[in-house]
């Protein structure tokens, strides 16, 4: 310990004020001037009365020492009931509200500041506490309890970032809403409706092929109990001649809300072909909208506050928003995954996905060796722990293709994906890249418009649609490799290079005026784009990218 140091015991009180930069923002003159009369009216009265010190203010914040836990405890109290009274005749977007945390422990004393676990943990648990509210620790609840005439409500164990054990904790004035157990969701398939014999057995089958679908998907667990369900999906098969239609619904059991529900109508002289289409579709929406609800119901709640399957459901959510910054947002949910959970596979496999690749899928410059290095990284000790992960293979499969152009070994992982999750769109995708790229250019096509077709609902149709451009350009097929790239362009628009795709195709389509708006385009969205910028395409023959090169230029794009 640094000398002039002193370590000691303490209660320590961490306050903040909540949405203090909105009410910056629209009022800085007037935040700052009521924080200034509730300090020297209330706050530092108050403290002084209760033998407490101020040891450093954050703008937005206080840090107090307290020599023991009654005093620290009833001077929060009465803090946050004088600070109602104060706020009672103030419109409720003026009001200055703040959240409390109060732990005892241990803290390191020096030059006047305080530091240590002690103090961390004081403002893990006022990130924690309710507007308005307290949050204390179990040793200080152990100090007060008897002590004082206020109940605290037992809110059990919480996690919190960089603290390595849960934490028991108690919180004024009302108890803190309950937090799912740490586990994924549960989902239930329950019968699908039917009238004929033929439709029962259509309906069985398809029931069936639902439960081994979603069991082989990442994200949620499959139970036959149905009271043990967090979701239920069901359905209908119905057949009519030729026609036969089927209906799924996702329900989430708690709300008894409907979450998704789609139709699937087709003529067909085989049925069986219709359910083996649909059996695909429904599983990857089904899992789709509960990660969304999953993420949604704690959309409310700080990151220190959630779950690990909740961390993991609202990083997933974020990767469906086709922009750079839901790739990176979703690395970085992912990165709050990890310092919980250094090992889980899935998180390591999202932070790689998010922060390796959202720069050469939605913009246009070279990645960082070095952000791509690290999410080698984290790829290679997740499947150090498994190989039954499609997620893990796809994102292993498109990172060899796109940051280090190894073919072979990317087609080798979402051939492994898709053995995990037959016609999985994702694995077809990466293995129709890994084909194209390596000059397999009519069998990657193929494979990425499979990818297409299995689901034009799909939030990653652009990517797949992509590829088939590529495809295109390379076999020299430039109005379909046009058209490849305007379905991109209009599933998500400006991705600079589904329009550096459309541009060049074409001009060496003879659509010179096109290829000049579509660069005018480009460089709106990316006024910094440069062809010298522009990260090279991992295509095996040279000739297939410069020719791309070349084309830009032509078209008008600065070098």
């Not at 303490?10 to 924080?35: H, I, N």
């Not at 460089?523 to 040279?542: A, K």
Request: glycine share 8%; net charge negative.
């Amino acid at each position: 310990m640094k000398r002039g140091s002193e370590r000691r015991t303490a209660a320590v009180v961490a306050a903040d004020v909540v949405g203090y930069s909105r009410m910056m923002g629209e009022d800085e003159s007037g935040t700052l001037e009521a924080l200034r009369q509730h300090r020297a009216k209330l706050i530092d009265p108050l403290i002084a009365r209760c033998g407490g010190r101020i040891v450093k203010t954050m703008g937005d914040g206080l840090l107090l020492e307290f020599a023991n836990v009654v005093n620290a405890v009833q001077c929060s109290v009465e803090f946050q009931q004088s600070m109602a009274q104060r706020n009672a005749d103030v419109p409720e977007d003026k009001q200055v509200v703040f959240r409390i945390g109060v732990n005892h422990g241990d803290i390191i004393f020096e030059d006047g500041d305080i530091f240590g676990n002690g103090v961390n943990l004081a403002a893990r648990l006022e990130g924690l506490a309710e507007p308005g509210g307290i949050l204390i620790s179990h040793t200080v609840y152990d100090g007060v309890a008897g002590n004082l005439e206020v109940e605290f409500a037992d809110c059990g164990k919480r996690a919190f970032k960089n603290i390595v054990e849960s934490v028991h904790v108690w919180s004024w004035p009302r108890q803190l809403p309950d937090i799912r157990q740490d586990r994924k969701p549960f989902v239930v398939v329950s019968e699908f409706e039917s009238r004929s014999e033929e439709e029962k057995t259509l309906a069985e089958d398809l029931r069936d092929d639902l439960v081994a679908a979603l069991s082989r998907l990442t994200g949620m667990e499959v139970t036959p109990d149905r009271r043990k369900a967090d979701y239920l999906v069901h359905g209908s098969v119905r057949l009519t001649g030729r026609r036969c239609r089927i209906s799924a619904r996702l329900i989430a059991e708690a709300e008894e809300e409907q979450l998704w529900a789609e139709r699937y109508d087709e003529k067909t002289d085989d049925p069986y072909d219709v359910m083996d289409h649909c059996a695909v579709q429904i599983s990857m929406s089904v899992r789709r909208r509960i990660a969304t609800d999953d993420a949604e119901k704690a959309a409310d709640k700080n990151f220190d506050e959630m779950t690990i399957e909740q961390l993991l459901s609202a990083s997933g959510v974020s990767f469906f928003t086709p922009t750079k910054d839901g790739w990176l947002r979703g690395g970085m949910i992912a990165e709050k995954s990890l310092e919980r959970a250094p090992t889980n596979f899935m998180a390591l496999a999202m932070a790689a996905a998010g922060n390796g690749m959202a720069e050469m899928l939605y913009g246009f410059r070279e990645p960082d060796r070095e952000v791509v290095d690290l999410a080698f990284e984290r790829l290679e000790k997740a499947r150090r722990q498994t190989n039954k992960s499609d997620m893990l293979q796809i994102t292993y499969s498109g990172m060899l293709t796109f940051a280090r152009g190894r073919h072979h070994e990317a087609a080798v992982a979402a051939e492994r994906a898709l053995q995990l999750n037959p016609d999985y769109n994702m694995a077809l995708w990466t293995l129709g890249a890994a084909e194209v790229f390596g000059g397999e250019y009519a069998k990657g096509k193929d494979t990425a418009t499979h990818a297409v077709n299995i689901d034009i609902r799909d939030p990653y149709v652009h990517l797949y649609s992509r590829i088939v451009g590529y495809g295109c350009f390379a076999a020299e097929e430039y109005a379909e490799a046009a058209d490849w790239f305007w379905k991109a362009d209009q599933l998500a628009p400006g991705l600079p290079h589904n329009l550096a795709g459309l541009a060049v195709c074409q001009w060496h389509n003879d659509d010179q005026e096109g290829a000049r708006e579509t660069i005018s385009r480009l460089l709106g969205e990316e006024p910094e784009f440069r062809i010298g910028d522009m990260m090279t395409l991992p295509f095996s023959d040279v000739a297939v990218w410069q020719r791309l090169v070349s084309g830009l230029r032509a078209a008008g794009a600065p070098g």
